[in-house]
């Protein structure tokens, strides 16, 4: 099959590779139905990720099972699945406090920017519906993969329940879908943090109540003015650098939490400060798995679009094209057709 391997920073190819094969009796191979980049994926695009040896990138991924291993009991061949992109056993520990993506045989996946993927644990990971869905569905039902579980996962840590005054920093495809997991959870303000127009105008779409354009000490005023310097109940952190971390806390109120979905890449945070400012914490790798049963039937029933957030569509064969886009910022997300 022809899939994608990135070989170096910035030299990514869809070339042939071996059709993957189950390798072990917990492992399914399932036939895409479509596949997306990742803003993740960019890092080691960029040469900002260590990388030993070519990677084959994916880890967003929906499609119909073709073959399963002897053990696998949940899931059979012909059926629709999603699945997280951290697999797990959903059996030990973690899995059943709710902490998939800590599971202690967690492994990520990798190799869905292709035709046909290998899904180990699949009774743990992979989630099937009851039929097969239409294909207007397929990109809501791809979201829910990784970028919308992910900006869900980003609400439910910082704790927003109805009436809730949430901000989002970060308008990239994980701050847009925490847009929509903040609505959905009943915030009754939504801030969202954004200097581009189309990306303003898919928050308000999703949700957004207020949009703050300026950035660092200058948007942290802009919050506090706009909730009358209280600060927000719940503050969605959706990019990982320093500017967006003490950003996000500075517009915490106390007592409020901080939801952090963005992988860090250089954080440091002050003890002094976390100690005064009595703030709440939860992130890291979101537990998708927790949430796909509830999202995936949010999508069947049409009550969200999380898909939207696709604005670029492109054939495999043209992943380099998608990757550039997105490096440029000239899409919010693309979806591959495969
Ligand atoms: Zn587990």
């Avoid at 492992?27 to 890092?43: N, P, Q, V, Y």
């Avoid at 097969?132 to 990109?139: A, D, F, K, R």
């Avoid at 440091?268 to 537990?287: H, Y």
């Avoid at 490096?327 to 495969?338: C, S």
Wanted: with cysteine.
């Amino acid at each position: 099959m022809r899939a994608t391997v990135l070989h170096r920073p910035r030299d990514i190819r869809c070339e042939e590779i071996a059709d993957p094969k189950i390798l072990f009796p917990t492992d399914a191979i399932i036939k895409l139905s479509a596949t997306c980049i990742c803003g993740s994926d960019l890092w080691p695009y960029r040469g900002l990720q260590e990388m030993n040896g070519p990677m084959h990138m994916g880890h967003e991924y929906c499609g119909i099972v073709v073959e399963v291993g002897g053990e696998v009991r949940t899931v059979r061949p012909g059926q629709f699945v999603v699945g997280s992109f951290c697999i797990s056993d959903n059996t030990c520990p973690h899995c059943q406090f709710g902490f998939q993506s800590s599971c202690v045989h967690r492994e990520f996946m990798s190799g869905a920017q292709a035709p046909y993927a290998r899904v180990p644990l699949a009774d743990g990971t992979l989630v099937p519906t009851s039929d097969v869905p239409s294909n207007e569905l397929i990109p809501h039902f791809l979201a829910t993969s990784d970028v919308l579980g992910t900006g869900w996962y980003a609400a439910d840590a910082a704790n927003v329940r109805e009436g809730s005054t949430v901000v989002v920093v970060g308008d990239g495809a994980v701050g847009l879908m925490g847009v929509l997991a903040a609505k959905e959870m009943g915030a009754e303000r939504i801030i969202a943090m954004s200097r581009h127009k189309t990306r303003q105008e898919l928050a308000r779409g999703y949700g957004a109540t207020d949009i703050v354009a300026e950035r660092g000490d200058d948007g942290v005023a802009r919050v506090l003015e706009l909730t009358k310097g209280v600060g927000a109940d719940a503050v969605l952190e959706c990019v990982g650098t320093q500017e967006s971390m003490s950003q996000a806390l500075a517009c915490t109120r106390p007592g409020g939490t901080v939801g952090f979905v963005g992988v860090p890449h250089g954080v440091t945070l002050d003890g002094q400060q976390l100690f005064f400012g009595q703030k709440r914490m939860l992130g890291g790798p979101a537990p998708v798995r927790r949430f796909l049963p509830d999202l995936m039937d949010r999508v069947l029933k049409g009550g969200i679009k999380p898909g939207k957030v696709f604005d670029l569509e492109l054939p495999l064969a043209e992943v380099a094209d998608g990757y550039r886009a997105m490096d440029e910022r000239r899409a919010i997300k693309v979806l591959l057709r495969v």
